[in-house]
Nanobody, 126 residues
Framework: QVQLVESGGGLVQAGGSLRLSCAAS????????MGWFRQAPGKEREFVAS????????VYANSVKGRFTISRDNAKNTVYLQMNNLKPEDTAVYYC???????????????????WGQGTQVTVSS
């Protein structure tokens, strides 16, 4: 069982930056592939980024590639999403997710993620 708590969301102007954090409970954090997803009003939840257990494998949605960076600190049971050059279309609720996959690579398959956080709102004004 893993509990995930996101933080770091807020209101920012276009071109600005935010860093989201996701703190995980449990002692086996390093066995989980971690991912970030987002959901805008009236839209499906979509993949943003994912990272393997040791950070050696990362995957990004095309829409955020080059602007967002996912990282993790297994000693702190935390995964991060650094978001730079934010755009109004990045406005959404951002969710952290965990997939129990020891040694597995990062991936975008939403159905494979077992645990989800409650989400944090990111609003980008134009």
């Amino acid at each position: 069982q893993v509990q995930l708590v996101e933080s770091g969301g807020g209101l920012v102007q276009a071109g600005g930056s935010l860093r989201l954090s996701c703190a995980a409970s449990g002692r086996t954090f390093s066995r989980y592939v971690m991912g970030w997803f987002r959901q805008a009003p009236g839209k499906e939840r979509e993949f943003v980024a994912s990272i393997s257990w040791n950070g050696g494998s990362t995957v990004y949605a095309n829409s955020v590639k080059g602007r967002f960076t996912i990282s993790r600190d297994n000693a702190k049971n935390t995964v991060y999403l650094q978001m730079n050059n934010l755009k109004p279309e990045d406005t959404a609720v951002y969710y952290c997710a965990a997939d129990f996959s020891p040694g597995g690579p990062g991936h975008s398959v939403r159905g494979n993620y077992d645990y989800w956080g409650q989400g944090t709102q990111v609003t980008v004004s134009s």
